[in-house]
């Protein structure tokens, strides 16, 4: 069956440090991709999606490219703040489905000043 | 935007107690709500789908009579975990969908039992 795996947290980093969060996928289908963020206290909200290979989704300076070929959406940022330490979540899901995603257990991450 | 209000937000409880989690809808009317739920480092699963009026659907291996799920209006979905038990602490969360990919999630509820 399908199912998505990302990097173990926690993820520490210095305010303005590289962001990578890994997340690979196995599907038996096409699926569309996404980026979920919680913030303390706060629901899941929609950070970015890919629809198709190739594509590459982006959002407040976060991005993630869609690589079949690795079966990845690796989610990148270029200097993350203080305000960016939440968990992320990786996900799949399909269209024309009842709705459901497929997500993966969820990176926290912790930005120091 | 639109924003689904999920509470409790913890709640502790004795085993062989029920305990109801609910989620409303606060500007919208939501005629479908995921239930899903997540152990420990581990991903969140869907365990159901709740339709307004209508019974709700599981996914194989959920318990439909442990876990009561009733959507009897557009703006409220609740879950009820029956005779909880500590291997059902968990942390539970709602979605209501918004059309294509949309989603709007409640904050979430850490459940557990002792």
């Known amino acids: 069956g399908d199912s998505v795996t990302q990097m173990e947290g926690p993820v520490t980093l210095s305010e303005e440090a590289f962001l990578t969060i890994n997340c690979t996928y196995t599907a038996t289908g096409y699926p569309s991709l996404f980026w979920y963020v919680q913030y303390p206290g706060e629901g899941l909200q929609l950070l970015l999606k890919?629809?198709?290979?190739?594509d590459k989704g982006s959002n407040k300076g976060f991005e993630a490219t869609y690589r079949k070929e690795t079966t990845s959406f690796h989610l990148e940022k270029g200097s993350v703040q203080v305000s960016d330490s939440a968990v992320y979540f990786c996900?799949?899901?399909?269209?024309?489905?009842?709705?459901?995603?497929?997500f993966g257990q969820g990176t926290t991450l912790q930005v120091k000043p | 935007g639109a924003v689904v209000s999920q509470h409790p937000s913890r709640v502790i409880c004795k085993s062989g107690t029920s305990v109801k989690i609910e989620c409303r809808s606060l500007?919208?009317?939501?005629?479908?709500m995921f239930w899903y739920r997540q152990f420990p480092k581990q991903s969140l699963m869907l365990m159901a789908t709740?339709?307004?009026?209508?019974?709700?659907?599981?996914e194989q291996g959920v318990e439909k009579d442990k876990f009561l799920i009733n959507h009897a209006s557009l703006t409220l979905s609740t879950l009820t975990v029956t005779s909880a038990h500590p291997e059902d602490s968990s942390f539970y969360i709602c979605?209501?969908?918004?059309?294509?990919?949309?989603?709007?999630f409640g904050s979430g509820t850490r459940l557990t039992v002792v």
């Open positions: 890919a629809t198709k290979a190739d």
């Open positions: 500007d919208f009317q939501a005629t479908t």
């Open positions: 709740s339709n307004e009026g209508s019974k709700a659907t599981y």
């Open positions: 996900a799949l899901g399909y269209s024309g489905n009842t709705g459901k995603l497929i």
């Open positions: 979605s209501a969908p918004q059309g294509g990919y949309g989603y709007t």
